[in-house]
C-alpha cells in the first residue's frame, strides 16, 4: 500500500512542479479567478464569467511575477475566456478530454481564495455530464463537461485540470457541490471555439429552434443504419428557422448536415457560423418513415 501511495504522490508532485509555473491569478474590476498560459505569444485561458464584463486585468504567476493583460474574447455559451498578458512564462501543454476514462487521476491548479498555485488531486468522476448556462435569453448546453471529485474553492475557476502527464484536459469552472467540481473540456469542440476567440473576439452561433431529448432508435432502423439513437425532438419554437423548415414535434433526428447525432451536443456541434442562413439538410424518422427536411439557420442573437 504504501508504494501505491508513493506512486501516486510522485505523479501528483510531478504534475503540480510541471504545471503550477503555466497558472496564473487574475484579477479584474469584478472579482477575479484563475487562467492557464497557452500560447508562445502570452494567451492565457480561462472562464468567461472570471471575465465578466471587464477588458483588462491584472496576472500573477507562481513565481511573483506580475503582467497586464487585456480580454481578446469571451464566450458565456461555453464560458470561456481568452486573455493577452503583456509578458507570460511559457505555455502548458494542452491535452484532449476526449480521452479521459471515468476513475483516471486529475490534478486542478488554480488560486482558491487568492492562495496562487493551490493543488488538488482526485479522480475523473463522470464524463459527459451537460453544464445548462444562459446569457440573456440565449440559452445552451456546454457539453461533455468532466466531473471531479479534485477539491475546487472560489479562485479555481479558470484554473488548470491536468492529467496525470501535465497536460491541460480542462478548465475548471463551477463547484456543484460538497465533494464536486466541474471542468469545460479541451476537445475539438472547445479548441475551435478557443482559436475562434483569439481571431475573432466573440462566437457566431447559428440557431434552429428547436428543443430534443436523446431516444434510441427502434431495433430495425438502428440495424439499418448502425445508430443506436437519436433525438426527439420535443419542442419546435414558434416562426424559427426549424419551424420553418417544417420539422414537429415528435420528429426523431437522425443526422444534421448528413453526420449522424445522438444527442443535443450533436446538432450544437453543428451550429458554428459557417451555417447561418445556408439550407442544412435534417433527416428526421417521421411515423416509421425518413424524411429530409432543410432548415435555414438564422444567427443567435443575446440579449
Not at 82 to 106: F, Y
Not at 238 to 260: C, N, S, Y
Amino acid at each position: 500500500m504504501s508504494e501505491e501511495m508513493d506512486a501516486y504522490s510522485r505523479t501528483v508532485s510531478e504534475v503540480a512542479r510541471t504545471l503550477t509555473p503555466h497558472v496564473a491569478s487574475v484579477a479584474l474590476r469584478r472579482g477575479g479567478g484563475s487562467a492557464v498560459v497557452f500560447t508562445d505569444e502570452g494567451h492565457l485561458l480561462t472562464n468567461a464569467h472570471v471575465v465578466g464584463g471587464s477588458t483588462k486585468g491584472e496576472a500573477t504567476y507562481a513565481d511573483g511575477e506580475e503582467s497586464r493583460f487585456a480580454v481578446v474574447g469571451a464566450d458565456p455559451l461555453s464560458d470561456l475566456a481568452v486573455l493577452r498578458a503583456e509578458s507570460a512564462p511559457d505555455p502548458a501543454d494542452l491535452g484532449n478530454a476526449d480521452d479521459l476514462v471515468v476513475g483516471q487521476l486529475v490534478v486542478a491548479v488554480g488560486s482558491p481564495l487568492g492562495l496562487s498555485g493551490s493543488v488538488t488531486a482526485g479522480v475523473v468522476s463522470a464524463l459527459g455530464r451537460s453544464l445548462p448556462v444562459r446569457q440573456g435569453q440565449a440559452a445552451r448546453v456546454i457539453e461533455d463537461v468532466i466531473q471531479t471529485d479534485a477539491a475546487l474553492n472560489p479562485g479555481n475557476s479558470g484554473g488548470a485540470l491536468a492529467d496525470s502527464h501535465g497536460r491541460v484536459v480542462g478548465i475548471n469552472t463551477a463547484v456543484a457541490g460538497f465533494g464536486l467540481g466541474l471542468a469545460v473540456p479541451i476537445n475539438a469542440t472547445t479548441r475551435r471555439i478557443i482559436d475562434t476567440l483569439m481571431v475573432e473576439g466573440r462566437v457566431r452561433r447559428a440557431y434552429l429552434g428547436v428543443v430534443g431529448v436523446p431516444t434510441p432508435l427502434p431495433d430495425d432502423v438502428a440495424a439499418r443504419h448502425g445508430q443506436k439513437a437519436g433525438l426527439r425532438v420535443i419542442e419546435v419554437v414558434g416562426g424559427g428557422p426549424a419551424d420553418r423548415a417544417g420539422l414537429r414535434k415528435g420528429d426523431l433526428v437522425l443526422t444534421v448536415a448528413r453526420e449522424q447525432v445522438q444527442d443535443a451536443q450533436g446538432i450544437q456541434r453543428k451550429l458554428f457560423a459557417e451555417v447561418i442562413g445556408t439550407d442544412l439538410a435534417i433527416t428526421v424518422l417521421r411515423n416509421g418513415a425518413m424524411v429530409d427536411v432543410y432548415a435555414r439557420p438564422t444567427e443567435l442573437t443575446i440579449g
